[in-house]
């Protein structure tokens, strides 16, 4: 479809109308990433990372975190991290206990580059798992 004007152009807006009438909708960033089981990983060890995410927008993050070790409390922390990769801007703690499984989804208003990691917290005892799952959702 388009839309002529008063000096004689016309400009397409079929991508727009469609989009608005449900009909298309616009490409989104998503993505996933663990390093798999790791055994006793080293503190602070990377367990799954987003890398930097080019476009900035609006992320639906899901983190799943789980343990096989019955008999020891399990810390990891998930930070949002800046374009540099050399501070982190927010960070929050999440702790498990026996054997377990977690998931959080949780959003993140995102700058160009960015990303977010998981890492644990304590030097992980039996096998440690993350991973991250993510979508640009504006």
Same mark, same amino acid.
């Given at each position: 479809?388009?839309? =002529?004007? #008063?000096?004689?152009?016309?400009?397409?807006?079929?991508?727009?109308?469609?989009?608005?009438?449900?009909?298309?909708?616009?490409?989104?960033?998503?993505?996933?990433?663990?390093?798999?089981?790791?055994?006793?990983?080293?503190?602070?060890?990377?367990? #799954?990372?987003?890398?930097?995410?080019?476009?900035?927008?609006?992320?639906?993050?899901?983190v799943v975190l789980g343990t096989?070790?019955?008999?020891?409390?399990?810390?990891?922390?998930?930070?949002?991290?800046?374009?540099?990769?050399?501070?982190?801007?927010?960070?929050?703690?999440?702790?498990?206990? #026996?054997?377990?499984?977690?998931?959080?989804?949780?959003?993140?208003?995102?700058?160009? @580059?960015?990303?977010?990691?998981?890492t644990n917290i304590i030097a992980?005892?039996? @096998?440690?798992?993350? =991973?991250?799952?993510?979508?640009?959702?504006?």
């Amino acid at each position: 479809m388009r839309i =002529a004007s #008063a000096a004689g152009s016309s400009t397409d807006v079929t991508d727009r109308v469609a989009r608005l009438l449900g009909l298309a909708t616009e490409a989104r960033e998503a993505g996933s990433n663990s390093a798999g089981n790791l055994l006793a990983p080293a503190i602070n060890t990377i367990l #799954a990372t987003t890398g930097a995410l080019a476009n900035p927008g609006i992320y639906r993050v899901v983190v799943v975190l789980g343990t096989d070790t019955s008999n020891n409390q399990q810390m990891w922390q998930v930070q949002h991290r800046n374009a540099a990769d050399t501070a982190t801007l927010v960070s929050f703690p999440m702790a498990a206990v #026996a054997s377990s499984l977690g998931t959080f989804t949780f959003y993140l208003t995102i700058a160009a @580059n960015e990303r977010v990691r998981v890492t644990n917290i304590i030097a992980g005892v039996g @096998n440690m798992h993350a =991973a991250l799952s993510w979508e640009r959702i504006s």
